[in-house]
């Protein structure tokens, strides 16, 4: 729209497409190779964004909304009826559905240069992203997008189906990814406390990673791949990961740093 993008890298973004190699193709201003010129707030805004994204709906590719995408036209056809948004969500909603129905996504990276005219209201376009996210993840649990049938019409299936680990063998993978829960817990609460304070840090470093656990077994514990019931189960995790936070005692408590357990304050009274 403001050319920001250097048009020097509009052939390598068609070529995997024109080979037949990828299915949608995107810059990303956060490539190691990427070289951005812009204002630290608007560094800030994106990279948040784009971790938000990462981690709420568990995608893989890195820049949503640098501007700068070309789509297969099957595949355009095939997924634009299911985008709802018409303004700055859309392409992230595109990427999203792309992506969880097993489409190739190529990312190159881009030469952009931030317009200092710009006339985007970013406080209104986060609160309008941050809906999008919500009625694009329930939709998907709803089962309202055919993923299943456009994985199956246009996906990129694994080249060989993954076996299934033994039970001994899912044991040892679950209890490997909660070491790493517990140190990513540990670390997260030590990052959250001081600005959100301790029970709210102590919160969100739980429901940080009660999402990545979920993923995380669901790919390496028990292999499962594609789009199938991957919302359905992360809702699952975070349905037992509130009846366990609302199970636990409410009265007056401190928290040790880096544990999770509640431990009651003593009281004295004269």
Partial sequence: MDLST???????????????HSDVSIGTRLGRTSRVVRGPKREFISRSYNLIL??????????????????????????????????WFFDTELLILA?????????????????????????????????????????????NIPLQAIYAELGRGPIAAPTRPSF??????????????????????????????????????????????????????FRIHGPERQFTQQFQGLVVFLVAWE???????YYMPSIRTRRPALSFSS
């Fill in 99 to 143: 992506e969880r129905a097993g489409l190739r996504i190529h990312e190159i990276p881009v030469d952009w240069i931030d317009d200092p005219d710009s006339r985007v209201d970013i406080r209104q376009t986060a609160i309008d992203d941050i809906r999008g996210l919500v009625r694009v993840a329930g939709s998907m649990m709803k089962g």
């Fill in 54 to 87: 990462k981690r709420t709906m568990q995608v893989q590719f890195s820049d949503a909304q640098c501007g700068f995408k070309a789509v297969r036209a099957e595949v355009a056809h095939r997924l634009l009826p299911y985008v709802k948004d018409n303004c």
């Fill in 6 to 20: 250097d048009l020097a890298a509009l052939p390598p973004l068609i070529a995997p497409l024109l080979s037949g």
């Fill in 168 to 221: 001994f063998g899912q044991v040892i993978r679950f209890g490997i990814v909660g070491a790493f829960s517990t140190l990513a817990f540990a670390l997260l609460y030590l990052l959250f406390q001081g600005p959100f304070g301790p029970q709210q840090g102590n919160f969100l470093a739980l429901l940080l990673t009660a999402i990545a656990n979920t993923a995380a077994n669901r790919r390496f514990t």
């Fill in 247 to 253: 199970s636990l005692p409410l009265p007056c408590y």
